[in-house]
């Protein structure tokens, strides 16, 4: 392997074991790598931007104040509010994930594998990239990732039936897990460098395969 380290990107449905598996590489002293939330949910608090805090604090308390208030009627000045609403979110949402990419630099400077627990542009690729109707930001959101935004070196997908993800977190259902697996298949047919991993398997079994791939990986560096 070089000198500079390399990317990983742990894709797939809730319930298919990306962050205990990403967890569980970390720990691993002989690989080096570095562990990275690369998306919305809480799990992102740890490496998230001041003005980030700041929007999640003020929408809830926005929804907390329109469940005790009736709702305005829907004029023009409403209306270039919600724009304006929009426009700061699409900037903190792309100024977030450059600024997640920029910490994941700083350990490939240092020869380690960071390993992205979720990525941008397979999360956003069907919303924002392939969906045939979409706003003006989605628009502008899709195209800063598929032109601009860096692809993780090697994604593993790590795959599963909708009825066994939805057994493990009781989350969604099983046709929006299962949509959402076909989604995440339409992002990998798109790479060069990709795996799939059953994930219907025990853990160690996933960690292993997960291992190997990133072993192989650096090896042909």
């Known amino acids: 392997m070089s000198?500079?380290?390399?990317t990983v990107a742990l894709i797939g449905c809730d319930g298919a074991g990306k962050t205990s598996v990403a967890r569980s590489l970390e720990r691993r002293a002989e690989l080096r790598v570095r562990y990275l939330y690369?998306?919305?949910?809480?799990?992102?608090?740890?490496?998230?931007?001041?003005?980030?805090?700041?929007?999640n604090a003020i929408k809830r308390g926005r929804e907390t104040s329109a469940q005790n208030t009736a709702a305005p009627p829907f004029g023009l000045g409403r209306r270039v509010r919600r724009g304006a609403r929009a426009a700061l979110r699409l900037s903190n949402r792309m100024a977030e994930e450059w600024y997640r990419q920029l910490l994941a630099n700083r350990h490939l400077r240092r020869g380690?594998?960071?390993?992205?627990?979720?990525?941008?542009?397979?999360d956003y690729h069907a919303a924002d990239?392939?969906?045939?109707?979409?706003?003006?930001?989605?628009?502008?959101?899709?195209?800063?990732?598929?032109r601009?935004?860096?692809?993780?070196?090697?994604?593993?997908?790590?795959?599963?039936p909708g009825e066994v993800l939805f057994a493990r977190k009781h989350e969604g259902s099983v046709a929006s897990l299962?949509?959402?697996?076909?989604?995440?298949?339409?992002?990998i047919a798109r790479l060069d460098s990709v795996a799939t991993v059953d994930a219907t398997q025990p853990l160690d079994g996933v960690i292993g395969?997960?291992?190997?791939?990133i072993r192989d990986h650096g090896a042909k560096r």
């Not at 690369?38 to 805090?53: A, E, F, K, N």
């Not at 380690?112 to 397979?122: E, L």
């Not at 990239?129 to 598929?146: D, E, N, V, Y």
């Open 148 to 160: 601009l935004y860096p692809t993780p070196d090697l994604v593993i997908f790590l795959d599963a």
């Open 3 to 6: 000198g500079r380290g390399f």
């Open 178 to 187: 299962e949509r959402r697996r076909a989604e995440y298949r339409r992002f």
């Open 209 to 213: 395969e997960v291992v190997e791939l």
């Open 38 to 55: 690369m998306g919305v949910g809480l799990d992102s608090r740890q490496h998230q931007l001041p003005t980030t805090r700041l929007a």
């Open 112 to 122: 380690r594998i960071v390993v992205f627990d979720r990525h941008f542009t397979a």
């Open 129 to 146: 990239i392939l969906a045939p109707q979409r706003t003006l930001f989605r628009r502008l959101h899709g195209l800063m990732l598929m």
